[in-house]
């Protein structure tokens, strides 16, 4: 089963955090939501405690 919340895995569990991380052929270095401005605005709802 596809999950449409796969390509975000690597982004939530801190495998990535700038395009720099991702492999050359990957297509999230092209899309929006995953560029570096993107990441660094998205990172503080992940990188935030629980509580």
Do not use: C, Q
């Amino acid at each position: 089963m596809w999950s449409r919340y796969t390509s975000e895995a690597g982004f939530l569990t801190g495998a990535f955090k700038s395009t720099a991380d991702l492999e050359p052929n990957d297509f999230r270095k092209n899309h929006p939501r995953y560029s570096d401005e993107a990441m660094k605005e998205n990172i503080k709802f992940v990188d935030r405690p629980s509580g």
